[in-house]
């Protein structure tokens, strides 16, 4: 699969910009899911298989899997998700950032061990550090730029030369760091006139945009802010509002409901 | 352990300031290793078994394990370290950064899962991104700083109000974070007026020097740059070039040969 024409014709064919992100944490499972040795992949499946032709992309946050040892249950997950629902991508929510030979290792691990279809970078060691997973022409390189939490003012707002820190990211990543189409960037929905500006500054390349539902980005604004005049380019990220709507039995029709809700509330505005 | 008192007492009591960096690279192992499924773990083992008295830290890159599907090597190995070597503090290269809620469990990932003493963060996403590591109070927190790759230069040079990136992280890192008294930074040996420049700025707070040996940095002007007025204050790291000095079945010897060497080069400049 390559990511960027992967998720041009997922946009299209299913009609959503929505991704939903698998952050499992075992304490918020169902009961009955509570004391299964494979829970979190059973969790995370179930909801995969509930929505997949409401989303653009699925995006595993690898630190859920890693904090309980539990890769085997990821490469499990990803595969199940390839077989599956083969025309949806797999973002691993990773955001690596390391020098080029260790980068490397991280780009093994990404695309080779978890076959994963795109990966989050963070920027701050430059361009070197991310021409390793560039070297594989068909997998997704996604960016941080102007991130959603509190403190991601504290650098990335810093004015440098005229424009902010996240702008001049923006402006590497686009005009120098893609040499080959394949990057895009996440800014964060809590900020839809930063991702207006992110917009002028990158054309028609992707945009992560997490923060809506739990983290309180406004769908609307998100919308008019970050979508291309094609009415695409946005991979608008929604966890916990999703996986965790329901705390039964039926946790997973549930989610289906309120993903359904949020990518035809995502659609009214496009 | 308390990372940052247990590093004061091993800078002193081993008279040392150097690092081993574990990045295991397989294809690089000496024949008689290349077939044993705990291949990864023994070598590593054994260069450390060689060199615990010369160092002061040793610091296992997380991406050559999961490259390799090793996680479990790496917890045996860091178990090992803190059981024949209980006074040698051992530094997760990670180099995480998220949000609160996923900053939470990349914490637990490398305090509880891994057992690391300290563990390298990216300050791009600001300092609530750090916030839960430093809930872990014994634990060293080490942000990069200026990286040793070329690319660095790319956003940490950059002007922002009269400084540069890396040191504005410096100062809030110093200044503004480490509230507790728990915080490391990253400057690498290729820029020694940049050593110095943050020594000024964060007083005595420990350096996590990256880029002598293989990359390049010289030691005696990263000491002079560095160190603090009592001598110490310097992680000076070293992996390639004494993980790799010995090819045969006697490497772990060779590579005690090359540490002390390392070691004693630093000493003479201190």
Redesign the interface.
Known sequence: MNFIRALNSVWRENNTLLCIGL?PDPAKFPAHLQHRPDAIFEFCRAIVDATADLVCCFKP?I??F????A?DQLEALIEHIHIRHPATPVILDA?????????E??A??AF??FQADAVTI????????IEPYLAYRDKGIIL?CR??????????F????GEK?YE??AR?VSKEWDVNGQCALVVGATFPSEIARVRTLIGDMPLLVPGIGAQGGDIETTVRAGCTPSGVGLIINSSRAILYAGKGEDYANTARSVAEATRNAINFHR
């Open positions: 952050d946050q630190a859920y890693a904090a309980r040892r890769e955001k690596r950032g390391d020098i080029g030979s260790t980068a290792q991280y093994i691990e080779e061990r963070n920027p701050y060691m430059g361009r070197d550090s941080l991130t959603s939490n509190p403190g991601g003012s504290d650098l990335q810093l004015d440098v030369g820190l001049r990211v590497l």
